[in-house]
């Protein structure tokens, strides 16, 4: 009766899975020679994958990031330091969890003088994954400390060249605040009559810095009239760039008239900033 049932039993399994067929662990394409020809190329992956073991490339990081909230160096300088900020946390959570693996290691090398037979395979086991989980690693980790160095120099040629004072505080950044976004607007603005509409959070934008949306539109259908009729001269990028300019010195004053609507008299509480300038 018990031979009968684990007869049963053994071809329910020869049904239900492939564990019952002796040829269930053999490659049915791969042979050795395939094996042999991947595994020689292995080293040249290992050296290429550094390469590209980064979210960004610099080209990216510079011209698509930084361009994405080009209305002020501040705002850059902003968005350099909030990347860095997310890439030290990153790192200080993989070098914990890589110091944390090597004690599991030292753990199991004591273990492992203790073990026989099965046990002593499969600390063995545990003591190769942590060798290999701490070697596929050290990519990512070098990675982003590139990234580190490259944001690093990229946050001192804007200033450099931005003419950012070196111990920039707080209420500098504030005072950059209204050229930010007055050349946001009309950023917005230009990219609105492109599509052929007026946005209405693009216009309760210009509100909120006491810009009549009539009249900013009209500016900017006018500068798209200027380009258009300027074509045969390929107007560049800078034009949008001298437009911005334009537009902020013309309106640089008006979110004063937008705080006397609302009550307020002060846009800022010097008080209440980090100064580093006094």
């Known amino acids: 009766m018990k031979n009968e049932l684990s007869l049963k039993k053994n071809k329910l399994n020869s049904i239900i899975t492939k564990a019952g067929d002796i040829n269930s662990l053999d490659f049915k394409t791969i042979d050795n020679k395939a094996l042999d020809e991947i595994n020689e190329w292995m080293p040249e992956v290992n050296r290429a994958v550094s390469c590209f073991n980064k979210q960004n490339s610099q080209t990216t990081s510079s011209l698509m990031q930084l361009n994405m909230i080009d209305a002020g160096p501040y705002r850059m300088l902003r968005q350099i330091l909030a990347q860095v900020e997310k890439k030290r946390a990153a790192l200080k959570e993989n070098i914990y969890k890589i110091e944390l693996k090597k004690l599991k290691y030292k753990e199991l090398q004591e273990q492992l003088e203790e073990v026989t037979g099965l046990k002593k395979e499969k600390t063995e086991l545990k003591m190769n994954k942590i060798v290999c989980d701490i070697v596929d690693a050290q990519g990512p980790i070098e990675a982003a400390i590139k ?64 810009i009549n949306p009539i009249t900013a539109y009209n500016l900017v259908y006018a500068y798209i009239g200027k380009v258009k009729n300027s074509i045969n001269k390929m107007p560049d990028i800078t034009s949008h760039y001298q437009f911005y300019d334009e537009m902020y010195k013309l309106f640089k004053e008006e979110y004063k008239k937008a705080m006397k609507n609302i009550g307020i008299d002060n846009i800022t509480y010097t008080d209440f900033l980090m100064k580093e300038n006094i």
């Open 147 to 210: 990234e580190l160095g490259a944001l690093k120099r990229r946050y001192q040629e804007i200033c450099k060249n931005k003419g950012i004072p070196k111990n920039w505080d707080e209420e500098d950044f504030e005072k950059a605040e209204i050229e930010h976004h007055i050349k946001s607007i009309f950023r917005n603005a230009i990219r609105d009559v492109m599509q052929g509409n007026h946005n209405m959070g693009t216009m309760e934008y210009m509100e909120q810095f006491g």
